[in-house]
């Protein structure tokens, strides 16, 4: 998984060379297909070619399934996408949509992905992880339904200890009792791998209710990550009711858009999967305080960005 300023590998899947893609035609307004080919230096490498079809061939169908894996992001993010194929399928433009939130929200996930994000994730004093959540949790509440849902953000960008955040999760809910450490001493946890929690409460505020536990990732090295929130198990060791009446379905949120011949079995250890084009298809209420320091992370971020 290549990351920001180097360049995909040789063998690089689609999805990562659809990123490639995206963040030269933002930092150039446009790009080719041959553009591509020709950064990537696969124009007159045909050392691992021996018996195969010739490279033009090869390059042909690579990225055939470049833009087609394009395509499919501007299906799933309709408006959202901040690009545009032209009319021959050739050519990919950035479209300057400055008051178009979901393409900033798919700029952030852009460069939240191909950005080193524990050494770069820093920007303007804006901690670009930490904005995932944020976004998450908006997002999980959206896509519950926005009308009668609730959100909120538990993890590292939440304030105060993880007992008072325990706590406070309870009374919200009106389910888990209050903080109870299972084990004896003091607790290290700071979110315990839960991020985000949505759920749809009842007029009557009886429990039983639906509720989705979040995890958020953001860069590319999340496959090994995916069954690390246990919402039964976070329940048992933290709360002093050790269990909701109904489990809490785990999601997993994350920046990156999944290589679709993966989709199916990320899904089976992940659960509720939000990768970048559902998330972006889901943002249809934010906070402005929060879109605003997203567009101020972007700013500063893709400033910086330097590709080969």
């Known amino acids: 998984m290549f990351k920001l300023p180097n360049l995909p590998s040789a063998r690089a899947e689609s999805n990562e060379l659809a990123d490639f893609a995206e963040l030269l035609a933002w930092k150039k307004n446009s790009t080719s297909a ?17 018996g195969c079809d010739d490279n033009d061939d090869e390059n042909a169908d690579e ?14 993010c309709r408006e959202g996408y901040p690009f545009e194929l032209g009319l021959d399928g050739t050519v990919l433009r950035h479209k300057d949509d400055q008051n178009n939130h979901r ?17 770069q994730r820093i920007h303007v004093e804006i901690d670009g992880t930490l904005l995932l959540e944020e976004i998450s949790a908006s997002i999980l509440k959206n896509y519950l339904g926005a009308n009668r849902a609730k959100s909120l953000v538990f993890g590292t960008a939440a304030i105060g200890s993880f007992e008072d955040k325990v706590n406070h999760l309870c009374r919200e809910l009106g389910e888990g009792g209050r903080y109870e450490n299972i084990d004896e001493g003091a607790t290290q946890a700071k979110d315990d791998k839960l991020d ?43 709360t002093s009711q050790k269990r909701y009446l109904l489990n809490p379905t785990r999601a997993f949120c994350i920046s990156e ?52």
Not at 216 to 226: A, D
Not at 271 to 287: I, K, N, P, T
Not at 298 to 307: D, F, L, P, R
């Open 257 to 308: 858009a999944i290589n679709r011949a993966q989709w199916n079995s990320s899904l089976l250890y992940a659960g509720l999967m939000f990768d970048r084009c559902r998330l972006v298809d889901y943002c249809d209420e934010l906070d402005e305080e929060l879109l605003n320091r997203i567009r101020l992370w972007n700013s500063a971020a893709s400033a910086k960005v330097s590709i080969g």
């Open 103 to 119: 393409s900033d929200v798919y700029r952030y996930l852009l460069l939240s992905t191909r950005l080193n994000m524990k050494t």
């Open 196 to 238: 985000a929690v949505a759920w749809v409460p009842f007029t009557d505020e009886k429990p039983g209710q639906l509720v989705v536990f979040g995890q958020c990732k953001t860069g590319s090295n999340w496959e090994g990550l995916m069954t690390q929130l246990q919402p039964d198990a976070f329940l048992a060791r933290w």
């Open 63 to 76: 990225l055939d399934e470049v833009m087609n894996e394009i395509e499919r992001r501007q299906d799933a």
């Open 34 to 50: 041959r553009e591509i080919i020709a950064y990537l230096g696969r124009l007159d490498d045909n050392d691992h070619n021996i």
